[in-house]
């Protein structure tokens, strides 16, 4: 097995819940669910036994309804919530041999820092909208354990560019950007401390569509020259079409369906992703 | 020569849930390829032959059956069972597929579109930039239009540019769906020198013609393609 197939990333029966469970849910395979939720006991199943590899470089697509469990399936592996059960791998972690979810949290802040990058669909998320754009960034490199100012400033320099945010305006608060520009702000934070992988959560929501262009452009030209792996949540399908390699399509935080991009959009097996094709315009 | 493909009693069905039909569109197709051979297929449209083609490059999924490809990474594999990661390599690097239609990248120029296929391969910028250029200009592409975005080109523009993308990788696989459909006499024949060209070369090819004239003396064989079934066919 080469590099080509080594996965950057190995996430194995990840589940997530909320509430108690009863006998009516607990332990069964989806019979008495409503949806995800049981209606005896109101315990949302968010996620169920979620299995995934990511791969060196690779973009994979995630698209579902709202609802479905992308989400807190990413802020589960971002370390924002704590999953029920389940196991993720990293192979830049100790070689990838250590169930990430088990560590301490100090072990979690330091994969956070060095290992993954996340962009968030509300730049309110990650941006502290009152400190300047290059402080956002510095923010994540003091974190990662840089102390030099001079350094720290040139590397936030760079990565501000990188995302094509004009040297003037660097020092301006993320509040009085626009919508677009938040997000790149984001991504350059994400991208600070060389991350092998990149959490994209509906990054081009809610924005106008030649905005939302310039930030896939850029998503596409950094996975290009950065080699980095990614995930990308949409439900756009056009998104998920432009950027990814293979998709997982989810549906009441299950994965019903994955394969090759193409394969997905043009021969969608389960009833769910051709209702979801068929609606694209 | 050894085999490159081997295809056995490949079967495709359709079910399309909300409509609660269930189509039937290849039934056991068997077919071989022999390396350096350039196999035609025709057939009625509707037949199933751009449906033979998607189902060995996994655009989809087969309900039945089994692909065996001669891989130089792999050696024989089973592309209907193959991983999708592998699926990925190959298509990247081994088995290139011309659609009859142009998959435009939104805000990509021409130039861009056939080095992005070479860059794919893990070639560096420089050699991809010439490969890109060399391509270009040997589908005869206006100059003017390289720097320019594809969306807004004549059909037989497209079509140039398409198989310009395959053909540059040098696929050892190339599978060629209607490559002439909307092309004028010149541009065919430019197309069928590249074929040429290809083959002496020892590219294993497929291809899904309507024109005879075009088939004639450049197929090894042709089938033919009746109702989702193959038959052979002779000229």
């Not at chain 1, 006991?41 to 609802?67: K, M, N, P, Q």
Request: hydrophobic share 35%; net charge neutral; with cysteine.
């Amino acid at each position: 097995m080469d590099d080509f197939e080594r996965p950057v990333l190995a996430v194995r029966n990840i589940n997530k819940q909320y509430g108690q469970g009863c006998v009516n849910c607990r332990g069964s395979k989806g019979e008495g669910l409503l949806k995800n939720y049981c209606p005896v006991c109101g315990t949302v199943y968010a996620c169920r036994d979620i299995s995934f590899e990511v791969y060196a470089g690779e973009i994979l697509g995630i698209v579902g309804e709202s609802g479905s469990g992308k989400s807190t399936m990413m802020e589960c592996l971002y370390f924002d919530q704590e999953v029920s059960s389940g196991e993720a791998y990293i192979t830049a972690y100790k070689g990838g041999k250590t169930n990430v979810f088990k560590e301490s949290s100090q072990q979690k802040r330091y994969i956070r820092n060095h290992l993954m990058g996340k962009v968030y669909q509300n730049p309110l998320m990650s941006l502290k909208m009152n400190f300047s754009s290059i402080g956002n960034i510095a923010e994540k490199l003091i974190s990662a354990g840089n102390r030099n100012v001079g350094q720290m400033k040139v590397r936030g320099e760079e990565l501000l560019e990188h995302v094509n945010i004009p040297v003037y305006r660097m020092k301006e608060a993320p509040k009085n950007f626009s919508g677009g520009m938040q997000q790149r702000v984001q991504i350059a934070k994400a991208l600070s401390n060389n991350p092998p992988l990149l959490l994209l959560d509906e990054v081009t929501t809610g924005l106008d569509l030649s905005v939302q262009a310039s930030v896939l452009d850029l998503i596409k030209s950094i996975q290009r020259q950065l080699k980095i792996s990614m995930i990308i949540v949409s439900h756009d399908l056009g998104v998920i079409r432009m950027l990814a390699d293979r998709t997982l399509v989810m549906l009441d935080g299950q994965v019903i369906e994955q394969g090759l991009t193409d394969q997905i959009l043009e021969d969608p097996q389960h009833g769910y992703t051709q209702r979801l094709v068929q609606s694209l315009l | 020569m050894e085999e490159i493909l081997v295809v056995q009693d490949l079967t495709k069905s359709f079910i399309i849930h909300n409509l609660a039909k269930h189509i039937e569109a290849l039934h056991d197709i068997s077919l071989n390829l022999k390396g350096g051979e350039f196999v035609g297929i025709t057939g009625k449209s509707g037949s199933g032959k751009s449906t033979v083609f998607k189902c060995i490059y996994r655009t989809y999924v087969p309900r039945n059956g089994q692909i065996w490809y001669n891989s130089q990474k792999y050696g024989f594999v089973n592309l209907a069972e193959l991983s999708e990661r592998q699926m990925i390599y190959l298509r990247k690097h081994e088995i290139g597929y011309v659609s009859q239609f142009l998959n435009i990248m939104p805000r990509t120029t021409a130039r861009e579109l056939v080095k992005q296929a070479v860059l794919e391969m893990g070639s560096g910028e420089d050699y991809a930039n010439i490969e890109a250029q060399r391509m270009l200009e040997h589908f005869e592409l206006d100059k003017e239009l390289w720097d320019c975005y594809p969306g807004t080109f004549s059909g037989g523009e497209k079509l140039r540019l398409n198989i310009a993308r395959a053909m540059v990788k040098r696929p050892r696989l190339l599978l060629l769906d209607e490559p002439t459909a909307s092309l004028d006499h010149a541009s065919k024949l430019k197309v069928r020198e590249l074929i040429e060209q290809l083959k002496r070369e020892g590219t294993t090819m497929m291809g899904i013609f309507h024109d005879l004239e075009f088939m004639e003396n450049l197929c090894t064989r042709v089938y033919t393609m009746h109702d989702g079934r193959l038959q052979d066919f002779q000229i």
